[in-house]
């Protein structure tokens, strides 16, 4: 906790063990006035939508906030807040349905760790974009409820987030959906091939080192503020691509994170061993477009580690580009075709060959989510180089707690 809090952070309440959740025939018993309810978040810009889900919470119980420190955001977002750690947690303690508010005694996503393990409430709530596995095993393995929200608005106001509030929050992500890894020359070298990137609208705060292009975002930024300018797309995504990666830049971005974010729609780029590639194909067909909204679920597994480095023990062989660019190749005809089973075998052949490449891109944790969605998806892969970020599935039925995307349209 940072320093001079001492007089905003009122003390933190302990539970006698006889409080604390025995087993769930005990909790199904207990009336929602005795329970206790824990939220996590950052809440920085409070806005309705984080009333309404506060609200919500505490409809199960007593509620309980941990509020993420400025330096949990930092790290989490790449940004400085807009409100401080000091006046976030004034305004979360000043809601009249809030039981105690503190700021997390942790970092990273999982800040709130400690807190849980003290606090041991019955149920611990989330809302859709919140949620990641890590949160729900650490319940299950606690044994407290785990209760995940729609984002919903309250009765007669619009839908807010602090990303649709955030003016400096307007630029797009991108997706990388097969070929990652062949904008290095080290890898398109050896063969040839196209990277397909879909650029996304904002919808989501997505967290830094997520695999989300979030590193080039922030540099889009300092070079045009809050949008992307006018202009010519690929020459302003070879524009930031150059500011991103300035003379003497040790570990060069691939030129695919600023084409997916500056080129609307879903772009080819195919790679002859240099960094830009030699060809841009773009499409922006609202049948294709709305074909790969409504096929791809991401499920959150939290950013990367700090010390991640995909490029360590690398296994880089021609065998291995090959089939990295073919699945590219396949992917894209997959969805010109508008072919869901062929999409989500391509991107699933184009996560092998990534693997294969860069071992290092998996654990054992991100392999076990994997098996879950084995059979009863058509395919998956990792956004961006991996370690973390999220899991890209392909399947024709909606994913309980996966993330939606909204493919962005027009160059405005």
Known sequence: MSQGLDSVVLPRQDFPMDQVQASSKDQSEASPSSQTVFVSGCFDMLHSGHVAFLQTAASYGKLHVAVGSDATIHGLKGRSTICSEAERLYMIRALGCVSDAFISAGRGVLDFVEDLQRLRPDRFVVNADGHNFQKEQLCKDLGIEYTVLPREPSAGLPGRSTTSLRQIDALPYRIDLAGGWLDQPAVSSMYPGPVLTVSIEPTVNFNHRSGMATSTRNRARELWGPRIPPGDPEHLAKLLFAYDNPPGTSEVSGSQDAIGIVLPGLAYS?????????????????????????????????????????????????????????????????????????????????????????PNMVNSAIMNLIERYRHSTAGWKLSGAGGGGYLILVSDQPIDRAIQVQIRRSDA
């Open 270 to 358: 195919y790679y002859e061993g240099d960094y830009w590639p030699t060809r841009i194909v773009r499409n922006l067909n609202d049948n294709v477009l709305s074909f790969l909204e409504q096929s791809l679920y991401l499920v959150p597994l939290g950013p990367r580690e700090d010390s991640y480095r995909a490029i360590e023990n690398q296994q880089l062989t021609v065998g291995a580009a090959k089939a990295l660019s073919e699945a590219a190749h396949n992917c894209w005809q997959a969805i010109l075709s508008k072919n869901r089973q062929a999409l989500g075998q391509a991107m699933r052949q184009s996560f092998e060959a990534q693997v294969e490449l860069f």
